[in-house]
């Protein structure tokens, strides 16, 4: 395993996480079911993780992969998504995007496209 890059992060995201963990869409639950406890393939999971100013989904340090989970709120905000994956990004942090409504009709394909994407790139310098 490589050493953990440390991503630093605004200490006021830690009350907004929380409060995100605890107020879950049954999407995030459902997929979270599926990543917690190494799970994925053995690969360490955290959820509502605050990086630099922001909060991903999902995410694995030594992976360096955000998991979003994209709902009907995204709609709403997509130039502010791109913004913040652009900047999670810069910091060496890749990204897969998952539908909500993708994950509650086809959690399996969902769960085999991400451990594909593993296979693929756990190998790939951070």
Known sequence: MSKRKIIHYDPKLKYLARNLRNNST????LLWNHLRAKKMLG???????????????????ELMLAIEV??????YKYEYDVKRQKRLE??????????????MQNIDGVIQMIEQWIIDHKDDEN
Do not use: M, N, W
């Open 26 to 29: 049954l999407a995030e639950i």
């Open 43 to 61: 690969y360490q999971f955290l959820r509502q993780k605050p990086l630099d100013k922001y909060i991903v989904d999902f995410f694995c340090y």
């Open 70 to 75: 994209d709902g009907v709120t995204h709609d």
């Open 90 to 103: 810069s910091l060496g942090i890749r990204f897969i995007r998952i539908h909500d409504i993708e994950i």
